[in-house]
């Protein structure tokens, strides 16, 4: 069983950064493949990105220039950096762990991104 809970979401301006965290619990964090989704009011929730245990990294496109996955394994972590947010990255990111085939979710933060 593997926990995890976000940390880092709040209110930003247009153009302004976050930083979210994901502290992860188990012994077998380091060959988990790490990621974050996000869901948007209304909508499906939507990759982010992704990580290996081994650092290779995955993106959505539209986000690759903007927003920055990564991880410390020493200490069951993943962070994911957000530059020049815009209105429409409002949404609810969860932190997400696959594992030997299982599927694991955090809670969710909200960030909010106001114009």
């Known amino acids: 069983q593997v926990q995890l809970v976000e940390s880092g979401g709040g209110l930003v301006q247009a153009g302004g950064s976050l930083r979210l965290s994901c502290a992860a619990s188990g012994s077998m964090f380091s060959i988990s493949t790490m990621g974050w989704y996000r869901q948007a009011p209304g909508k499906q929730r939507e990759l982010v990105a992704t990580?290996?245990?081994?650092?290779?990294?995955n993106y959505a496109a539209s986000l690759l220039v903007r927003f920055t996955i990564s991880r410390d394994n020493a200490k069951n972590m993943v962070f994911l950096q957000m530059n020049s947010l815009k209105p429409e990255d409002t949404a609810v990111y969860y932190c997400?762990?696959?594992?030997?085939?299982?599927?694991?979710w955090g809670q969710g933060t909200q960030v909010t991104v106001s114009s």
């Open positions: 997400h762990s696959r594992l030997v085939g299982m599927d694991y």
């Open positions: 990580i290996t245990g081994g650092g290779v990294t």
